[in-house]
């Protein structure tokens, strides 16, 4: 009864801190994502310096947003400052120019594995002397190995890293896929002037099967394109081209779920289904969540492959 009791008011307490989010598509029905929102609304009170580590395009500086959102700095702006977007050079000017101006703020380092190695030293001082900013970084990459290296100074890693955070992969977060792509397509359909939009259940179940190596960003973008594609009202699985960088044309095909002339509905479905039960190494429940089908129906699925001949 008490862990009923306790899940209850998990679930409670993530459903009114998702309905309190306006920083983009963070929404989900992944558990591992709750907690990491959980987590992150508990230390947004706090003073403590944050590392948010993860892919890109899987969110980091939304979130790293929402911290300064539900912290007691939130009536004032926040500064950020995109480390690998700033020339090495220009850097530093920058750096004095936020710290005068986000005293008793936020200050936000995007991609701080980037950070000159005199910047560094300038933040682990501003750090020292305990100056009014709060200090949230973003990382791609991971500092720890390149504190290793030699390539980011050790002191400031542990002083940035006093809460660490791993945001998940899109691929990893189950069930999310099709609840944020229908954030993005409704959001393109009023930015281009179209009728609401819904997906279709085959739309669904390409995008469940793509691997996502732009995690939200990429995501983003698909659906905006489906949006414009479209016909009528519903996404169908025609509507989804994925732009996939650094792979070859044979690569995408042999993952199965391009359709081409001779092909049926069927066959690729089949296709999509073998692919995730490979890319989860045959485990069934992962494939079933990440296909957003039931594990009954997957079950079926391979029976009548196994029938047809086909090893599954």
């Given at each position: 009864?008490?862990?009923?009791?306790?899940?209850?008011?998990?679930?409670?307490?993530?459903?009114?801190?998702?309905?309190?989010?306006?920083?983009?598509?963070?929404?989900?029905?992944?558990?591992?994502?709750?907690?990491?929102?959980?987590?992150?609304?508990?230390?947004?009170?706090?003073?403590a310096?944050?590392?948010?580590?993860?892919?890109?395009g899987?969110?980091?500086?939304?979130?790293?947003?929402?911290?300064h959102?539900?912290?007691?700095?939130?009536?004032?702006?926040?500064?950020?400052?995109?480390?690998?977007?700033?020339?090495?050079?220009?850097?530093?000017?920058?750096?004095?120019?936020?710290?005068?101006?986000?005293?008793?703020?936020?200050?936000?380092?995007?991609e701080?594995?980037?950070?000159?190695?005199?910047?560094?030293?300038?933040?682990?001082?501003?750090?020292?002397?305990?100056?009014?900013?709060?200090?949230?970084?973003?990382?791609s990459?991971?500092?720890?190995n390149?504190?290793?290296?030699?390539?980011?100074?050790?002191?400031?890693?542990?002083?940035?890293?006093?809460?660490?955070?791993?945001?998940?992969?899109?691929?990893?977060?189950?069930?999310?896929?099709?609840?944020?792509?229908?954030?993005?397509?409704?959001?393109?359909?009023?930015?281009?002037?179209?009728?609401?939009?819904?997906?279709s259940?085959?739309?669904?179940?390409?995008?469940?099967?793509?691997?996502?190596?732009?995690?939200?960003?990429?995501?983003?973008?698909?659906?905006?394109?489906?949006?414009?594609?479209?016909?009528?009202?519903?996404?169908?699985?025609?509507?989804?081209?994925?732009?996939?960088?650094?792979?070859?044309?044979?690569?995408?095909?042999?993952?199965?779920?391009s359709?081409?002339?001779?092909?049926?509905?069927?066959?690729?479905?089949?296709?999509?289904?073998?692919?995730?039960?490979?890319?989860?190494?045959?485990?069934?429940?992962h494939?079933?969540?990440?296909?957003?089908?039931?594990?009954?129906?997957?079950?079926?699925?391979?029976?009548?492959?196994?029938?047809?001949?086909?090893?599954?």
């Open positions: 009864m008490r862990n009923e009791i306790r899940e209850n008011h998990f679930e409670r307490t993530n459903e009114n801190l998702v309905k309190s989010i306006q920083l983009g598509p963070v929404a989900s029905v992944d558990r591992q994502y709750n907690e990491l929102l959980t987590l992150a609304d508990t230390v947004a009170k706090s003073k310096s944050v590392l948010i580590l993860g892919e890109f899987t969110g980091k500086r939304s979130l790293a947003r929402f911290i959102e539900r912290s007691t700095r939130s009536s004032k702006q926040f500064f950020m400052m995109n480390c690998r977007e700033t020339a090495l050079g220009e850097q530093e000017s920058l750096f004095n120019s936020l710290v005068d101006q986000a005293r008793g703020s936020t200050l936000i380092f995007a701080i594995w980037k950070l000159a190695p005199a910047v560094q030293l300038k933040l682990l001082e501003l750090i020292q002397i305990g100056a009014d900013i709060r200090i949230v970084a973003t990382s990459r991971s500092v720890s390149l504190v290793k290296n030699g390539e980011f100074r050790e002191e400031l890693y542990y002083r940035l890293n006093v809460v660490n955070m791993k945001i998940p992969s899109l691929q990893e977060r189950f069930g999310d896929i099709e609840l944020i792509a229908q954030n993005f397509i409704s959001k393109a359909a009023r930015a281009h002037g179209r009728p609401e939009m819904k997906l259940e085959e739309a669904i179940l390409l995008l469940n099967s793509h691997r996502w190596p732009g995690n939200i960003r990429e995501l983003e973008g698909v659906c905006e394109r489906s949006v414009l594609l479209a016909q009528g009202a519903e996404i169908r699985a025609k509507d989804i081209q994925f732009q996939v960088a650094n792979e070859s044309k044979a690569s995408v095909e042999a993952q199965g779920t359709w081409k002339p001779g092909r049926t509905l069927d066959e690729v479905e089949r296709n999509v289904i073998l692919d995730a039960l490979k890319h989860f190494s045959g485990n069934r429940t494939t079933a969540k990440a296909l957003g089908i039931s594990i009954r129906t997957l079950r079926n699925k391979l029976a009548e492959y196994r029938v047809m001949g086909i090893k599954a």
